[in-house]
């Protein structure tokens, strides 16, 4: 059975309607940026703009900070638990010995603040050695010679 309007119960549809975007209402294209020139985590940063997952900011003007937070712990490294525990048998316990050598084992995480005007974004970075830290560090003041321009 067909019916005339297109539904069963007797309700005509309306024709399709043509939509066209109001001036209000038309997609904004961002400004081409350009190539990325540094990335630290999850910030990804081109030659005008900081590229964030929350939004962009202006790279021009904008703040630096960072800061680090380390922890410190002594442990037994694995090589050390295995060689022990394989030459018990041999020297009848003194292997147990070197379950007493420990080493320092430094975490913890960088973080990394942009402001630019009133929006602020943070990006905590995790790091295993002194060296990521001056890694970061060395990215971030090439970044604030790129937002001194």
Same mark, same amino acid.
């Given at each position: 059975? /067909? ?5 069963? &119960? ?23 940026? +350009?190539?990325? #020139?540094?990335? #630290? ?7 005008? @703009? ?13 703040? &630096?900070?960072?800061?680090?937070? &380390?922890?410190? *712990? @002594?442990? /037994?490294? /694995? &090589?050390?638990? #295995?060689?022990?525990?394989?030459? #018990?048998? $041999?020297?009848?316990? !003194?292997? !147990? $010995? ?9 975490? +913890? ?18 790091v295993q050695h002194e060296d990521d ?5 060395? *990215? ?5 010679? !790129?937002?001194? !321009?």
């Amino acid at each position: 059975m /067909t019916f005339p309007s297109g539904d069963p &119960w007797g309700v005509p549809t309306p024709p399709p309607a043509s939509v066209t975007p109001g001036p209000s209402e038309t997609p904004e294209t961002p400004e081409p940026s +350009g190539p990325v #020139i540094v990335e #630290i985590a999850e910030m990804q940063i081109t030659s005008t @703009r900081v590229h964030t997952p929350v939004g962009d900011l202006p790279l021009a003007g904008s703040r &630096w900070l960072v800061t680090d937070h &380390w922890t410190s *712990q @002594r442990r /037994t490294p /694995t &090589w050390a638990k #295995i060689v022990a525990f394989a030459g #018990i048998c $041999f020297t009848a316990g !003194l292997s !147990l $010995f070197l379950l007493m050598f420990k080493e320092q084992v430094a975490q +913890g995480t960088v973080n990394v603040t942009v402001t630019s005007g009133q929006q602020q974004y943070v990006s905590r970075v995790p790091v295993q050695h002194e060296d990521d830290v001056a890694a970061i560090n060395q *990215q971030v003041n090439y970044i604030r010679s !790129l937002a001194a !321009l």
